[in-house]
T-cell receptor
């Protein structure tokens, strides 16, 4: 199956700093990637849809200036959490579409102190 | 608004004790229903996609079925390694290139040896 690589797997940062998370499709090209956020015992919540070569589409309630998404190539999308605060601590997961299936990265646990 | 409800929230089974997980959904035109497996601290792993009522798919000890209102994930003679959270997600119709998935909260399955 298709492989999606995400890193880092875990990051701890101080409040006010920015954190970048990378998502790569290793053996296929992905024109569309998705970023999700997951809280403990909660469902995955779609944050934004990342389209190669164009602006990301954000879901209602997601601050686009806080969660910057860049999809500069067909195999790489990045999510930057700017000026992170403790409430941004969460599990962030990316996914990429391959045909009619959606494959997920291994997730990034962000902890903001 | 698309909704996905999974039950039970948690299920404990003895090794070899077969059971079923439920996923009830309301969606404006179902394009696909997806089952994923998620291990702690990992991204979801794709299991099945079902497209129309009456469809069934099998993989090892797992079998997924679909009706117009719900899907079941049947686990036959489970083993401890089947312990994980099982997620259900739906993709709504509506044309275009929308590939947004709406996830349920998942069922945490624990299989005791």
């Amino acid at each position: 199956g298709a492989v999606v690589s995400q890193h880092p797997s875990r990051v701890i940062c101080k409040s006010g700093t920015s954190v970048k998370i990378e998502c790569r499709s290793l053996d296929f090209q992905a024109t569309t990637m998705f970023w999700y956020r997951q809280f403990p015992k909660k469902s995955l919540m779609l944050m934004a849809t990342s389209n190669e070569g164009s602006k990301a589409t954000y879901e209602q309630g997601v601050e686009k200036d806080k969660f910057l998404i860049n999809h500069a190539s067909l195999t790489l999308s990045t999510l930057t959490v700017t000026s992170a605060h403790p409430e941004d601590s969460s599990f962030y997961i990316c996914s990429a579409r391959y045909g009619e299936k959606l494959f997920f990265g291994s997730g990034t646990q962000l902890s903001v102190l | 608004e698309d909704q996905v409800t999974q039950s039970p929230e948690a299920l404990r089974l003895q090794e070899g004790e077969s059971s079923s997980l439920n996923c009830s959904y309301t969606v404006s035109g179902l394009r696909g229903l997806f089952w994923y497996r998620q291990d702690p601290g990992k991204g979801p792993e794709f299991l099945f996609t079902l497209y129309s009522a009456g469809e069934e798919k099998e993989k090892e000890r797992l079998k997924a079925t679909l009706t117009k209102k719900e899907s079941f994930l049947h686990i036959t003679a489970p083993k401890p390694e089947d312990s994980a959270t099982y997620l259900c997600a739906v993709q709504a119709g509506g044309g275009g290139s929308n590939y947004k998935l709406t996830f349920g909260k998942g069922t945490l399955l624990t299989v005791n040896p």
